[in-house]
């Protein structure tokens, strides 16, 4: 199984970007799908979370400008990102529960200038 995250780049604040994370090999089922990020100098964090069932949780910081979302049959995350903050600048990772197991991808970097 492979993860492939896109959709980073450099955007204004205020901007959108969407990110993508596909996964793609010998694929049962994906269950939690996360969102996480990772700013220059800080600690890793969940960003959003999307279950099996649709059931969405965000971070605080991001409530009411990111949409997390899947299409399972093309075994696909997204995360739509607007009003967009220099705070938001990081790497974004993608990380998939895929038949039990966890899988991370390789990561998108987004960088939001003031």
């Known amino acids: 199984v492979q993860l492939q995250a896109s959709g980073g780049g450099l955007v204004q604040a205020g901007g959108s970007l969407r990110l993508s994370c596909a996964a793609s090999?010998?694929?049962?089922?994906?269950?939690?799908m996360v969102w996480y990020r990772q700013a220059p100098g800080r600690q890793r964090e969940l960003v959003a979370h999307?279950?099996?069932?649709?059931?969405?949780i965000y971070a605080d910081s991001v409530k009411g400008r990111f949409t997390i979302s899947r299409d399972n049959a093309k075994n696909t995350m997204y995360l739509q990102m607007n009003s967009l903050k220099p705070d938001d600048t990081a790497v974004y990772y993608c990380?998939?529960?895929?038949?039990?197991?966890?899988?991370w991808g390789q990561g998108t970097e987004v960088t939001v200038s003031s």
């Open positions: 999307i279950t099996s069932g649709g059931t969405t």
């Open positions: 090999g010998r694929i049962f089922s994906i269950n939690d």
């Open positions: 990380n998939l529960k895929i038949d039990f197991y966890n899988y």
